[in-house]
């Protein structure tokens, strides 16, 4: 057993392993984690990722770590590194069984780290269906269940091949909840554009939870052909986004960024309408132009104008007001 791991455990038998490891910096704070890392990871493997990885039908995954596929040993590092982070936050009580006490923190463990990295990417970290939403899609039952699929995928790390959406694995849950016979890839694509039409419908909650997190996905990259001997030509590459979808996602970016705002003027005691026209003047108007440097001279966003004219039309400013007190759940003034 490793010296490291032996301090972890004297320093858990005497309540004393948070305080250490809240007050540790270098090799000492890294004596206790890699101790620490050493009692936490079988634990993680042997009672939480083999039982998973068997429920995602990877045996080999559950044979042994050497066997796990790159997405599933991501997943197994993220579970490791938040029961580490717990252990050294909360064992502030004398531990004589390091071991079954880890264990029982397991899930909630987990389960919080998994939130908050959703969180960090922008997405919800517990996705339900809004009300608004249910609505929108009839109630029907698969398209709400893929809809929770749709939020909950946009806001993990793992990525669909050269696919924006895992459309294989979804055609197989569509038949288990309708009971339909195994249908193809394009079928399961129509029903991710229709939930994805219904879901537009709040643009800025669109914006905010399906758009964002996607964004900050690793882009797929599809395999390079083998270039022809004979063919002098060199290969074009096409460009992963089109130059609406960049100006679309800056603008849903800079809109979450207003909500935000206008929401801290507000709680502060600020007046609404006032809140709204100072955040679209500091938002929209504080450009350095670098989001124009790769367009033709001419032909970039110019938004000061719009944003000019938007301000001075107290019916758009009225709207615009009413919109984000909507979005915010605030009641407009009287």
């Known amino acids: 057993m490793p010296e490291s791991t032996d301090t972890v455990r004297g320093l858990a038998r005497l309540g004393q392993l948070a305080d250490r490891a809240g007050d540790a910096t270098g090799s000492d704070y890294t004596t206790l984690t890699a101790g620490a890392y050493d009692v936490v990871w079988p634990l993680v493997y042997d009672q939480r990722t083999k039982g998973f990885e068997l429920q995602r039908g990877h045996p080999g995954c559950a044979a042994s770590i050497a066997g796990l596929r790159p997405e599933c040993l991501d997943r197994f590092y993220d579970d490791v590194e938040a029961v580490l982070e717990d252990l050294l936050r909360n064992a502030k009580v004398p531990i004589h069984n390091l071991e ?44 709400s269940r893929l809809a929770i699929e749709i939020l909950t995928w946009s806001g993990v790390t793992a990525t669909a091949g050269t696919s924006l959406w895992p459309l294989n694995a979804w055609a197989e849950l569509r038949s288990k909840v309708t009971g339909e016979p195994l249908g193809d890839e394009r079928a399961v694509a129509a029903d991710v554009e229709t939930v994805l039409a219904a879901m537009r419908k709040s643009t800025t909650w669109y914006a905010n939870f399906v758009e964002r997190p996607l964004g900050r996905k690793q882009a797929p990259v599809a395999p390079s052909p083998r270039p022809d001997p004979d063919s002098p030509r060199e290969h074009l590459h096409l460009p992963l986004s089109q130059r609406h979808e960049k100006d679309d996602a800056r603008l849903a970016e800079l809109a979450a960024a207003a909500v935000d705002a206008i929401d801290r003027r507000i709680r502060a005691g600020e007046d609404p309408v006032k809140a709204v026209a100072v955040v679209l003047d500091k938002t929209f108007r504080s450009g350095t132009g670098a989001e124009g440097l790769d367009m033709v001279p001419g032909t970039g966003p110019e938004p000061d104008e719009r944003i000019s004219l938007l301000l001075a039309d107290e019916s758009a400013m009225s709207r615009i007001t009413k919109a984000a007190l909507d979005i915010l759940g605030i009641d407009p003034p009287e």
């Open 100 to 143: 079954g006490w880890i264990v029982r923190r397991l899930t909630p463990a987990t389960v919080d780290g998994h939130r908050r990295r959703r969180g960090s990417r922008g997405a919800l970290q517990r996705p339900r269906m809004p009300g608004w939403l249910s609505t929108a899609l009839n109630g029907d039952p698969w398209h």
